[in-house]
C-alpha cells in the first residue's frame, strides 16, 4: 500500500510542486488549507479546485480564526506585544496555529507522514518543524523545496514537464495575509538601506480628512467600534475596513530570526496597532505601577518565544493565566483619531480609571496628603542613598 502523507497547501509555487513532486514519490497525498482569517470564501473554494486537480485525495480547509484569537490574539492585546516595539507578530503567531490545525489533520487520517513547502532560509521551518515534532513526533517530516535547494526557476521547469499550467510570474512583493496584519516582502526588505515604495502595500490612501472613532475595551478585549458591540474577531476586522482607508500601519520591522540572521520585513497592519496602543493607553489608566511593569516583563518573554514556535512550551500558559488576570479592570472606552498615514489616541473613558480628580490632580493640587507628609515621605525615600554618600563621601 502507499504511504498516506498530508502536505500543507497554499495553492502557490512551492506546495503546487510539492503536491506533483510526492505523488511521484508514490505516496497518496492530502492537502489541508488553515484559515487565520487570510482567506475569502471564494479564494478557499479556488484552492479546493486546485488541490483536487493536482491529484489530492483528500482535500480539508480548517477555519481556525475564532481559535487564533481565543488562545492567542487577545493574549498579544492583553501583552500589548510588539517584537522589537515594532511588529504585532503577525505571520509568526498564525503560522503556529496553521500547523496546530495540520498536526491535528494528518493523526486524523492517520498519516504516515507530513509535509510542508517552506525553504531552508525562512522562521517558517523551524515553526513547523517543531510543532509537528511535538503533536506528532511518529510522522516523518518531508520538504522538498528545502532538502532539495531548488530554486524557482527548477520548479517552474518540473511543473511545466508534468503538464502544471499556472501564472508562475514571480511577484515583486510576497504577502502573507491574515486576521493579525499582513506581512510585505520584497527586494527593499533584503538590505538594509531602502524602505518599501507606496504600491508595495495592499491599501491604499482612500480617505482624507480626520475621523475620532471610539473602540470599548472589556476585561482588555475589543468588544465594540464606535459604539456597536460585537465579537472580538469583528471588531478586528471592522477596525481594519476603517483604519486601511487611511493607509494607517505601514512599517519595516528588523529583527533576528530563529536560524541566526537578521532579517527585514514590511508589514501593514492598522488594526493590531491601532489596538495595541488603544489598549495600553487603558491599561496605563487602570493598572498600578507594579502590575505595568510586571506586564512589560512577561509580555516580553511571551513575545519572543511565539516568535520563536515556542507556543506549546508549558510557561507560556502561566504567562496567559497572569495576562488574564491582569485585564479584570482593563474596561472602558478609547477614543482615537484617524488621519491619513496616522493615528492618535485621544483619550479614555473608564470607571476603573486611577486618574481621578477626588485623589489630587498632577502638578496642581492633591486631596490624600499634606505638605508635611511628603516632607517626611521624602526624607525617609532617599534615606539609603543619602547614608551611602554620606559614607563615601570622602
Known sequence: MKKKLVLAFSGGLDTTYCAIFLKHQDYDVYTVTVNTGGFSEIELAEITKKAKTLGSLVHRNIEVTEDFYNQCVKFLIAGNVLKNNTYPLSVSAERVFQAKAIADFANEMDADAI???????????????????????????????????LSREEEIEFLKKNNVSGNWEK???????????????????????????NDAYPHQLDKEGEKEITITFKNGEPVGI????????????????????YAIG???????????????????????????????????HVLTKHQLMIKDQLSLTYGNLLHEGQYLEPAMRDIESLLTSSQKYVSGDVKVLLAPYRFEVVGITSEHDLMQSAFGKYGEMNSAWSGEDVRGFSKIFGNQNMIYHKVHQS
Not at 228 to 235: E, I, L, M, T, Y
Not at 236 to 241: C, F, P, Q, S
Open 250 to 284: 505601514r512599517k519595516i520591522h528588523v529583527g533576528d530570526t530563529i536560524i541566526g540572521i537578521k532579517g527585514r520585513v514590511g508589514f501593514e497592519a492598522a488594526a493590531p496597532l491601532i489596538l495595541i496602543e488603544a489598549h495600553h493607553t487603558l491599561e496605563k
Open 115 to 149: 509535509a510542508h513547502g517552506s525553504t531552508g532560509a525562512g522562521n517558517d521551518q523551524v515553526r513547523f518543524d517543531m510543532i509537528f515534532h511535538t503533536l506528532c513526533p511518529d510522522k516523518e517530516i518531508i520538504t522538498p523545496i528545502r532538502d532539495q535547494q
Open 171 to 197: 511577484s515583486l512583493y510576497s504577502i502573507n495575509q491574515g486576521l493579525w496584519g499582513t506581512s510585505v516582502g520584497g527586494k527593499e526588505t533584503l538590505t538594509s538601506d531602502q524602505t518599501l515604495p
Open 226 to 245: 464606535e459604539g456597536k458591540n460585537d465579537s472580538p474577531v469583528n471588531c478586528i476586522n471592522k477596525l481594519n475596513d476603517l483604519a486601511k482607508k
